[in-house]
């Protein structure tokens, strides 16, 4: 069964330093993989997926991830921190093979940056 | 160009009553899938609609249902509501059901439904 992990309930860092949330896969086969952001009482916003190509994704809002086939992760970066980036973060796995965009999601990572 | 648009953005509900949440898909897309997130944990899928029909469907009882109109907008029902069943519901949209042409799935805001 495909599943994600997000081994961080919360990182911690300061305005204007690098941040990396965490996330591990297990999938049989070639992942698709996806990033999304969560402020309070709202609903998720894409950030970016790996499909297959470039193993650096840059997506939205200056995030961009690398994806790791020998070590099975797909982290999340930015090279300068915001505060306006404290947010809940989640990583999904896309479940199944061919036409489904069913997903999978981790159990979030809250982010909080520091001024 | 609108968004993934869900009604009632709350609802509070008894044990034991029915609900009906609804979502209207971002334009130009035909698949809605929805998801419960509970508190403190990650979206769980419920089932997906397309062409007026549930094409998959998660781990869920058969006290949660749905439905599809030709408009490709969206019902869910959850009946014989248990507290468990307090979460935020979110809708998802998307052009067909898998990921062609790259797309991502488009959630809407949630509602949030809490039973007492």
């Known amino acids: 069964a495909q599943s994600v992990a997000q081994p961080e309930d919360q990182v911690n860092v300061a305005e204007g330093n690098p941040l990396t949330v965490k996330c591990t896969y297990s999938?049989?086969?070639?992942?698709?993989l996806f990033w999304y952001v969560q402020y309070p009482n709202r609903g998720l916003q894409f950030l970016l997926k790996y499909i297959t190509g470039d193993n650096l994704v840059k997506g939205s809002y200056g995030f961009e991830a690398e994806f790791n086939k020998s070590q099975t992760s797909f982290h999340l970066k930015k090279p300068s921190a915001l505060v306006s980036d404290s947010a809940l973060y989640f990583c999904?796995?896309?479940?199944?093979?061919?036409?489904?965009?069913?997903?999978?999601f981790g159990t979030g990572t809250l982010l909080a940056v520091q001024p | 160009d609108a968004g993934v648009t869900q009604s009632p953005t709350h609802l509070i509900k008894t044990r034991g009553q029915q609900v009906t949440l609804r979502c209207s898909p971002k334009s130009g897309h035909d698949t809605v899938s929805w998801y419960q997130q509970a508190l403190g944990q990650g979206p769980q899928f419920i089932f997906q609609?397309?062409?007026?029909?549930?094409?998959q469907r998660g781990n869920f009882p058969d006290r949660f249902s749905g439905h599809q109109f030709p408009n490709y907008s969206s019902e869910l029902n959850v009946n014989a509501l248990l507290l468990g069943d307090s979460a935020l519901y979110l809708c998802?949209?998307?052009f067909g059901t898998g990921f062609g042409g790259n797309s991502p799935l488009h959630f809407g805001n949630g509602t949030r439904l809490t039973v007492t």
């Open positions: 998802a949209s998307s």
């Open positions: 999904a796995v896309r479940d199944g093979w061919g036409a489904t965009n069913k997903l999978i």
């Open positions: 609609y397309y062409e007026e029909e549930e094409r």
């Open positions: 999938v049989s086969g070639n992942p698709y």
